[in-house]
């Protein structure tokens, strides 16, 4: 198949449509906490940035479907950008549930170029799911929360590995679509936007609290993985995720190729 071509197109935007899975947050099996993992989710420090982060994904996703012309790519942005909404709707449905508390950041303006600002965000989400398929299943095995709170998160961590995959096909169809001496130019602002995505990341954390955000962290988690065991846990899980989907659909390897090259200095 022809990154590109007409077959590519129908490929990843009717992939993306067709594994779609309809739920509330209220349908999800929510269980009971005792008093210590509840103090332990209290005590994180991210829930506000977090719900504001999902929600800052679907205003820019929701805005970028209505510029787009093409029918079926729009119909798969539009139900991406839904996606992002639920994931909002999810932790703030969660955190009202255990009275965990939290407050709402007001939305930022959009960005005037939302072609931009998708890439840049498909990026972030490249990184941030590939770190979150490794805590999950740290999770699993530490103990630290109850293996039914963690099922309830599995398929949306799934659902993250689905939005991942259609940005990789969507960036490469852009970028095949374009004129021979263009797509070099193309290739160069993909990444242009995974190092805009990762120096925001990296700013996040900074206004979280720098090394206190970083100390807490560890502080939550039980796990004795090193640094070099956890992003080689994240590449075994990336890999796995990535293989329930359709050979042909282009995987996301830069993520994967950076970490991999890193984890030698760790």
């Not at 009202?96 to 972030?124: Q, R």
């Not at 530490?142 to 293996?147: L, M, N, Q, S, W």
């Not at 970028?175 to 990762?198: C, E, K, S, T, Y």
Request: charged share 25%; aromatic share 14%; net charge negative.
């Amino acid at each position: 198949m022809e990154l590109g071509s007409e077959e590519h197109k129908e490929l990843f935007c009717k992939f993306f449509i067709e594994t779609h899975k309809v739920f509330t947050p209220e349908e999800l099996p929510w269980p009971e906490l005792d008093a210590n993992v509840l103090k332990k989710l209290t005590d994180f420090p991210i829930w506000d940035y977090a719900v504001h982060t999902e929600r800052q994904v679907f205003n820019k996703l929701d805005a970028y479907s209505r510029e787009e012309p093409d029918p079926l790519i729009k119909e798969a942005l539009a139900l991406q950008a839904y996606e992002e909404g639920r994931h909002a709707d999810i932790l703030k449905y969660f955190l009202k549930h255990y009275d965990i508390p939290f407050n709402e950041i007001p939305d930022k303006p959009l960005p005037p170029d939302l072609e931009w600002a998708f890439m840049s965000t498909g990026a972030g989400e490249c990184i941030d799911s590939f770190f979150a398929f490794g805590f999950l299943e740290i999770s699993k095995s530490t103990g630290d929360y109850p293996i039914e709170l963690i099922e309830v998160m599995e398929p949306i961590v799934q659902e993250e590995a689905r939005h991942i995959l259609f940005i990789q096909n969507w960036m490469h169809y852009q970028r095949h679509r374009q004129p021979f001496l263009m797509q070099p130019v193309h290739f160069i602002r993909n990444l242009w936007a995974f190092a805009d995505a990762g120096w925001s990341r990296l700013m996040d954390i900074k206004n979280l609290g720098g090394s206190s955000f970083t100390i807490q962290a560890r502080e939550h988690e039980n796990s004795s993985l090193s640094p070099k065991e956890f992003v080689s846990l994240c590449m075994r899980e990336n890999k796995r995720r990535m293989r329930e989907f359709d050979p042909r659909l282009a995987r996301p390897k830069l993520i994967p190729r950076t970490m991999s090259f890193a984890s030698f200095f760790l």
